[in-house]
């Protein structure tokens, strides 16, 4: 089993920034990929970025690249989302969750574990 606990959400106003953190727990952190999806309310899970258990590969939706950068300390067992030059259209519930030897995949079904979820709202 791996816990996962997201935290650093909150209010901002567009232009902002948030960061995010993931604090894993159980099993053996650097042995999975992580990845950030969010959900706004009436639509579906969507993926935001992601990083393979290496460490070496990032991905990121084209909707936040050059905004969103995810990064992993895996001596803190932790994960990060930086969140720059926030916008009305980041608002949702953000989750974090964990892929066993993954690449960095966008497809949810990937993913063993998955948090509790954080929420990030954007004023205009």
């Known amino acids: 089993q791996v816990q996962l606990v997201e935290s650093g959400g909150g209010l901002v106003q567009a232009g902002g920034s948030l960061r995010l953190s993931c604090a894993a727990s159980?099993?053996?952190?650097?042995?999975?990929?992580m990845g950030w999806f969010r959900q706004a309310p009436g639509k579906e899970r969507e993926f935001v970025a992601a990083?393979?258990?290496?460490?070496?590969?990032?991905y990121t939706t084209d909707s936040v690249k050059g905004r969103f950068t995810i990064s992993r300390g895996n001596a803190k067992n932790t994960v990060y989302l930086q969140m720059n030059s926030l916008k009305p259209e980041d608002t949702a519930v953000y989750y974090c969750?964990?892929?066993?030897?993954?690449?960095?995949?966008?497809?949810?079904?990937?993913?063993?574990?998955w948090g509790q979820g954080t929420q990030v709202t954007v004023s205009s």
């Open positions: 990083i393979s258990w290496r460490g070496e590969s990032t």
């Open positions: 159980g099993r053996t952190f650097s042995n999975y990929a």
């Open positions: 969750a964990a892929d066993f030897m993954g690449t960095g995949s966008n497809f949810p079904r990937r993913y063993e574990y």
